[in-house]
T-cell receptor
Framework: GESVGLHLPTLSVQEGDNSIINCAYSNSASDYFIWYKQESGKGPQFIIDIRSNMDKRQGQRVTVLLNKTVKHLSLQIAATQPGDSAVYFC????????????FGTGTSLTVIP | GAGVSQSPSNKVTEKGKDVELRCDPI?????LYWYRQSLGQGLEFLIYFQGNSAPDKSGLPSDRFSAERTGGSVSTLTIQRTQQEDSAVYLC?????????FGPGTRLTVL
């Protein structure tokens, strides 16, 4: 079965520093990956996605890196702000599963002012 | 509405009672998903509706759980004879293509 997990369940960073959140996946057939941010009491919100034909994608203050060789995904947040405090989930899509995503446990990011 | 909405936002029930959770997806989205999120855990897939196709029920944890989607829009997740271990946040998402948009969830507490 698919396993999507995170290396660190919690992460604390100083405001203004960069944050790196990691994720590992087990199925080499996964071809689409999403990072979601979930603030307390809210549903997950899309941050950024990447397809398997890319190894890097940048958004506003966020960058996702994909290393297919070791099946590893990371989310980098530049100049972390208090509003970035949330739980971050990675999810991967496996072809042929009817658009079913597998979500990791999540990493709780706390930004220290 | 602009996004996925769910009701109620909070539900407290007694063990053994039935509950119904509602999801209003984004208008025009053909796919609808239900997930369960226990405290400190990731999202557990429950069920997936796509258009008029038979739903993918492979994630439902027991026969006490069921869901329907009427008219290809609103969906109701029903949990019969609730147990304390059913306590969780139940999230609904909808999508037109691949990207799923989530609602705020319903927090279910079974006493």
């Amino acid at each position: 079965g698919e396993s999507v997990g995170l290396h660190l369940p919690t992460l604390s960073v100083q405001e203004g520093d960069n944050s790196i959140i990691n994720c590992a996946y087990s199925n080499s057939a996964s071809d689409y990956f999403i990072w979601y941010k979930q603030e307390s009491g809210k549903g997950p919100q899309f941050i950024i996605d990447i397809r398997s034909n890319m190894d890097k994608r940048q958004g506003q203050r966020v960058t996702v890196l994909l290393n297919k060789t070791v099946k590893h995904l990371s989310l980098q947040i530049a100049a972390t702000q208090p509003g970035d405090s949330a739980v971050y989930f990675c999810a991967d899509l496996i072809p042929g599963t009817g658009n079913q995503f597998y979500f990791g446990t999540g990493t709780s990011l706390t930004v220290i002012p | 509405g602009a996004g996925v909405s769910q009701s109620p936002s909070n539900k407290v029930t007694e063990k053994g009672k039935d509950v119904e959770l509602r999801c209003d997806p984004i208008s025009g989205h053909t796919a609808l998903y239900w997930y369960r999120q226990s405290l400190g855990q990731g999202l557990e897939f429950l069920i997936y509706f796509q258009g008029n196709s038979a739903p993918d029920k492979s994630g439902l944890p027991s026969d006490r759980f069921s869901a329907e989607r009427t008219g290809g829009s609103v969906s109701t997740l029903t949990i019969q004879r609730t147990q304390q271990e059913d306590s969780a946040v139940y999230l609904c998402a909808s999508s037109l293509e691949t990207l799923q948009f989530f609602g705020p969830g319903t927090r279910l507490t079974v006493l």
